[in-house]
């Protein structure tokens, strides 16, 4: 079992930045791909970003590419989405997700077995 919490959202201006955190509680932190959601108010949840457990492999929403990143640390048992230049449609709230191992789908959000309660992003124009 997984818990994950999300902190690092806010408001901020467009072309502004933001970093999010996302801190995993468990001994395994390590074995999980993780990923990045979100959700604006009545859309589906959409797919970000994603790093595998090594962190050696990462993926991103066309979207996003070029703006966002993706880390890791194991030894902090936390995952990070760096978001430069946001833009007002990327507000939304942002969803921490793992899954033990290696996944396929990683924009697949019914492929992650964890969930984070989320945070709030709010780009201002």
């Known amino acids: 079992q997984v818990q994950l919490v999300e902190s690092g959202g806010g408001l901020v201006q467009a072309g502004g930045s933001l970093r999010l955190s996302c801190a995993a509680s468990g001994r395994t932190f390590s074995s999980y791909a993780m990923g990045w959601f979100r959700q604006a108010p009545g859309k589906e949840r959409e797919f970000v970003a994603a790093i595998s457990w090594s962190g050696g492999s990462t993926y991103y929403a066309d979207s996003v590419k070029g703006r966002f990143a993706i880390s890791r640390d194991n030894a902090k048992n936390t995952v990070y989405l760096q978001m430069n230049n946001l833009k007002p449609e990327d507000t939304a709230v942002y969803y921490c997700?793992?899954?033990?191992?290696?996944?396929?789908?990683?924009?697949?959000?019914?492929?992650?077995?964890?969930w984070g309660q989320g945070t709030q992003v709010t780009v201002s124009s």
């Open positions: 997700a793992a899954v033990p191992g290696y996944i396929s789908k990683w924009r697949d959000p019914y492929e992650y077995d964890y």
